[in-house]
């Protein structure tokens, strides 16, 4: 592992609220926001997030079960991947 | 952002909608510290061993799955081929051995075990036959252990008398799962040219030139390509192999990633990344669809083996460029009832065992998963082996016949086995005898291709 910086996707229909509900989730985790971008992609909104996470005491399993669940709420599905897995399959 | 979103949302469309997936992580164990003439130290030895080793294997890949965001299918062991360790065993039944390994595999959680094996291309040892007599038994009374069977090699030629032995071998383990529609032959694969350090099953055993333990890993992705060559708008040939190239890179890359990942957190050497279009039941996982989405009706028809050469040459291309490590089989899986498309096109009399012998020729295994009526002679199996192996030897490739002569059933009727082992029909066999060239028994020998020092 060479960070503590995840990809945070979120997927579904827009909504009132999205980013709002999420970063807060991500606020008591003391999860940081580094990047944010959304779009509508292929008519489905996207946001993307590069966070970083703190590099002590931080429960990823826990973190994706609250974001999981956050998503659920408002019809929407919510990743949190390392940022590796991206950086892999793209990058050289 | 230093990726791009358009990268961002191609990984993830690759996972949940075309299925992309670590196909298994497997452990890699020696057992040839395990020998011993009393078969009970001898069982404790294995078992303590490889639930020692492996104890760690199932929790770290779940934890690394869930880090990436990667599925990890399949979590396997392989060991030292089993007729080698236990070679010096006094005992003349082997079966608690195989119940020992599934034992073994049950308590670490792990999905399979192979290396119920032996490697007997040139001659057989006592402890080659013991095993191989063992098998039906063995797979009828296991339900994580794998056998395979090497038979030949380029090297060393075609082992007629062992192919001739594995006919009846493969028949009794039918008749003994014949509750389970033969379920045994699943599990049991007859090589030539086998790699020792495939991650896949049935095939998979720690090979004798193999570390203590290793961490070998298997990545799929038919689905991925299937959609990358249909998002194509009329390719020629050229920009199809491209195209196979490309995504295979990706892939093969999500796969190193999560391999050194594993490894470095068991602390296990790093051994082969295995890039092999394996196809699942679920539609639109098949590598059948690929030849069909580059411009053929129905897989099997002609002009079959020409796609599929190509997608075998550009899968290698693109996972060579991606990983250091590449290894194992390395190629296409063609087999039939773990794919929709094959059994589709099997079922619309498209595809053949005489088709599908033709393109294990130029793929990267062989006559996988196919079903036979259940009254073919035991010769006709030895001689569809004895035909894959010959593919393999002259081509200095791997070859592999895992067939399943379903008791009591007949061309047109179905085997189910669920899961990743799917359904498959019966597919006809020629009616002529081959009984005759069989009994001949002895040894081909090593082709002039092997003389090459």
Known sequence: ?92 | MHINPYEIMETIRMVRMEHLDIRTVTLGISLRDCSHPNIETFNENIYDKITAHAKRLVSTTNEIQSFYGIPIINKRISVTPIAIVAESCKDPDLVSVAKTMDEAAKDTDVDFIGGYSALVHKGTTPGDLKLINSIPESLASTETVCSSVNVATTRAGINMDAIGLMGNIIKKTAELTADRDGIGCAKLVIFANAPEDNPFMAGAFHGIGEPECVINVGVSGPGVINAAIRELETPNLTEISETIKKTTFKITRMGEMIGKEVSRRLGIEFGILDLSLAPTPVIGDSVATILEAMGLERCGTHGTTAALALLNDAVKKGGAMASSSVGGLSGAFIPVSEDAGMIEAVEAGALTLEKLEAMTSICSVGLDMIAVPGDTPTSTLSAIIADEMAIGVINRKTTAVRIIPAPGKGVGDFVEFGGLLGRAPIMSVSNFSSEIFVKRGGRIPAPIQSLTN
């Open chain 1, 1 to 92: 592992m060479t960070s503590s910086r995840f990809i945070i996707t979120v997927i579904g229909s827009d909504r009132v609220g999205i980013v709002a509900r999420i970063t807060t989730v991500m606020a008591s985790f003391n999860v940081n926001i580094v990047d944010i971008s959304q779009t509508i992609m292929q008519g489905i909104f996207t946001m993307i997030m590069l966070a970083e996470a703190p590099k002590e005491n931080f429960d990823l399993t826990a973190f994706q079960e609250a974001m999981d669940k956050v998503g659920k709420k408002m019809g929407v599905e919510v990743k949190v991947q390392h940022e590796d897995a991206f950086r892999f399959m793209h990058r050289i």
